[in-house]
Structure formats: C-alpha cells, structure tokens
C-alpha cells in the first residue's frame, strides 16, 4: 500500500487490507488517488471511529476535506480541513496538512487574502518544525519519509494555485516549478509528480504559455491512463479540452474527460457541479 500512497506503484488495485489505523489512512490515499471515493471514504470512517482523536485523527479528516476538494466540495471540505487542525494538537505534519487544506478550501470559494494568510502559517510551521521529532506515529521510517515528503510539495501547489485565481501568472509558474523540482528530486510518488505536472500545465496555462502547457498536459494525460489516476486523468482532459491537445481530437479528449468522469461517479464519487 506503500508504493500505491506515495511510491511508483499508484495503480495497484486491489489494495490489500489494513490491518492497523495507520494501514486504513494509507490505503484511504492510495485509493482516492485512483479515484476509489467509496473505498476512501469507508477507511476513514472507520479510522476515525477507532482512533478518534489525536495526529492520526487530524490526518484522516485532512484527507476526507481533500477528496471532498478534488470533486469541487470547497465549503464542505472546509468543515474537516477545521477539524483536522483542532485534532493536530502540536504534530506539525498534521497541522501542516490542515493549514494547507484550509488554505485551498478559502481559495476555492473566493477568499484570496485568507488563503495567503494560511499559507504563510503552513510555510512558517513547517520552516520552525522539527519533523523528525514525530516521525513515531509511523510505522516504518520510509513510511514516514514518504509523508512529510509531500508537503512542502502540497504547499507549492496551492501556492500556484491561488496565484493563478488572483492574475499572477508569472508567479504561479514559478512557484508550480518549485513543486516539480521537490517532486523529481524526492523521486518516491508517481502521483505527486504527476499532480505538479498537472499544477504546471494549468500555471503555464494561466500565464499565456499554451504551448508548453499543451505539451506537458498531453504527456502527462498519457501517463494518468497508464498508472490510473483517474481524478488528475479528468482534471488534464479537462484543461486540454479547453486549449485544444497537440496529439488528440477534440472528441478524443471529450472522450477521455467523460470516460473519467463517469468512472469516478461508478467508484462513489459525488461531482459539485454535475
């Protein structure tokens, strides 16, 4: 499950079973990675109820605000983003994970400054945090490496992201590159580097460079379809069906946006906007 969450092994399905809470919480990301929502969802609930309090917790409740985000559920997310930083206590990976989640609920519903503001709280906790100190919620050193790993990679992101909203394209584009860079040189998740891939398309996009983002979403496509990732294979058709691939037709990308839009509504997921 591991490799599935956060190696070169995204595809993997089935998963196995999860024997521990942690377990639950990996192969949760694992499956909402490829778009499993109903599996994600019930590892979570489950996981909650065993272990309703504390950093995992936090964790869990992160991740069920970030499925909710992925299908455009911004306000809704915002309730677990809320609750994952009152569960995180002091673990910073856990209210780094919140911070960063509540900082992208606020952009998806409009409101830039408070977006900004938390993600100058999520960069100041993870530059004044020791992260090593709590790596023992984990069960295996590479399991712990492998999360923290990711997030100032997820802080990159949504940097780009809210530049993008408020009209600074150059900026997204910079910040979009720093997420890219942290992803290759960690060399761990498949699925990291394709969503900062994905963030660069759209970055580039923003800043008038349809070119270079047509290409990197036209590889980057091909790539979802053979790891399955499903919501990232939705979001790039999304974003080409909108500037037009350099390889496909337009049915073709049609195609493909559709095809991954009903998968995701077969495996539980429920779109805002549909």
């Not at 150059?170 to 997420?179: D, L, N, S």
């Amino acid at each position: 499950m591991q490799a599935a969450a956060f190696g070169s092994d995204p595809s993997r399905w089935p998963l196995p079973a999860a024997t521990t809470p942690m377990q639950r919480w990996i192969r949760a990301v694992a499956a909402g990675g490829q778009g499993h929502y109903a599996v994600a969802h019930t590892e979570l609930s489950a996981l909650r109820r065993a272990q309703p309090y504390g950093p995992l917790a936090s964790l869990a409740s992160s991740t069920q605000g970030s499925l909710l985000r992925q299908l455009g559920w911004h306000t809704r997310a915002r309730g677990w983003d809320g609750r994952a930083l009152a569960l995180a206590g002091g673990h910073p990976e856990a209210r780094i994970d919140a911070l960063v989640g509540l900082a992208a609920d606020a952009l998806g519903i409009g409101r830039f400054a408070v977006s900004a503001t938390l993600l100058r709280r999520a960069e100041a906790e993870l530059a004044g945090s020791d992260l090593s100190e709590f790596s023992g919620l984990w069960e295996s050193s590479a399991s712990w490496e492998a999360s923290v790993t990711r997030l100032p990679i997820r802080l990159a992101w949504v940097s780009a992201e809210l530049a993008m909203s408020t009209g600074d394209g150059a900026t997204a584009v910079r910040h979009a590159e720093r997420g890219v860079a942290m992803a290759d040189s960690a060399g761990t998740s498949a699925r990291h580097r394709v969503k900062s891939n994905v963030v660069l398309a759209a970055a580039l996009c923003s800043s008038g460079c349809l070119d270079k983002a047509r290409a990197i979403a036209d590889l980057e496509l091909e790539i979802t379809g053979h790891l399955g990732l499903i919501p990232l294979r939705w979001a790039l058709a999304s974003l080409l069906d909108s500037i037009g691939s350099g390889s496909r037709t337009e049915r073709e990308v049609q195609t493909i946006k559709d095809a991954a839009a009903q998968a995701v509504r077969r495996r539980g997921g429920i779109w805002s906007h549909r």
